[in-house]
């Protein structure tokens, strides 16, 4: 079972990077996300944090060096607003001639 321990639970000097920053770790950035990932290389709790993450089915994050969203795994996470070249043109066609 993992434990989810607060700042005053962990001794000094514990070298957990989430507690550093927490808020770099729920990030909406795919950079930020991707920094987040890189400072999770090489925690001591990095797997225990994954499937931690993965049991009680956190629904965003990164745990254990791994993007969660919606209590699963994801390869990465689309920015906020419409993809790259969309052009809201498909809108158009479906317009009922009045």
Known sequence: MVMMHTRADLPRGTGFPCLTDPDLFFAESPADIARAKELCQGCQAMSACLTGALDRGEPWGVWGGQLVLQGAV??????????????????????VAS
Request: glycine share 18%; no cysteine; net charge positive.
């Open 74 to 95: 994801a390869a990465s996470k689309r920015g906020r607003g419409r993809p790259p070249g969309s052009t809201g043109r498909h809108s158009r066609r479906h317009r």
